[in-house]
T-cell receptor, first 109, second 115 residues
């Protein structure tokens, strides 16, 4: 099993602040995905990164895939209360995805 | 499309009882996955199917757990007998066909509490 470690586990910030969360592994991945999960719902895909060093932007969210394809980061600019949720990274070989335990983000007004 | 449909959304049962969780994947998706989520262990893959055939069940915790997919539009996860440590949220997900990346669409989950 390819383990994915996410940090920090919990993050509480005020609206307007910037933040970065991390996803690290000792394994190389062909791709990594980021999902967001809201209470009472299933995870929803935000982005897939495929190429080492790749940077993808989704409005105020910036995703980066490490050059060695072992790690990834998610940066949120000017966080809003609507960004509150559990952010999960996922990767794997074949068709089975392994997930990190996630970063629980709380953005207060 | 209504997405991945799971039932029941909530189940409370007593130790020793049989529990059956149900999933209807998105039409046309050829892979179906069952995951379990707890605070301690996060999201764990239990089993997945391709074209209704179980491919990897190495994540199923023990013989009390079984999963079936009798047709392309229905799958069940059964726990018999249930134990308090089985309390978790169980998610079903399906995979979109013919995509290069492994994109999963999740259902809303079934929250199981075993007393």
């Amino acid at each position: 099993t390819q383990l994915l470690e996410q940090s920090p586990q919990f993050l509480s910030i005020q609206e307007g602040e910037n933040l970065t969360v991390y996803c690290n592994s000792s394994s190389v991945f062909s791709s990594l995905q980021w999902y967001r999960q809201e209470p009472g719902e299933g995870p929803v895909l935000l982005v897939t990164v495929v190429t080492g060093g790749e940077v993808k932007k989704l409005k105020r969210l910036t995703f980066q895939f490490g050059d060695a394809r072992k790690d990834s980061s998610l940066h949120i600019t000017a966080a809003q209360p609507g960004d509150t949720g559990l952010y999960l990274c996922a990767g794997g070989s074949g068709y089975a995805l392994n997930f990190g335990k996630g970063t629980s983000l709380l953005v207060t007004p | 499309d209504a997405g991945v449909i799971q039932s029941p959304r909530h189940e409370v049962t007593e130790m020793g009882q049989e529990v059956t969780l149900r999933c209807k994947p998105i039409s046309g998706h050829d892979y179906l996955f069952w995951y379990r989520q707890t605070m301690m262990r996060g999201l764990e893959l239990l089993i997945y199917f391709n074209n209704n055939v179980p491919i990897d069940d190495s994540g199923m915790p023990e013989d009390r757990f079984s999963a079936k997919m009798p047709n392309a539009s229905f799958s069940t996860l059964k726990i018999q007998p249930s134990e308090p440590r089985d309390s978790a949220v169980y998610f079903c997900a399906s995979r979109q066909r013919d995509l290069g990346a492994n994109v999963l669409t999740f259902g809303a989950g079934s929250r199981l509490t075993v007393l």
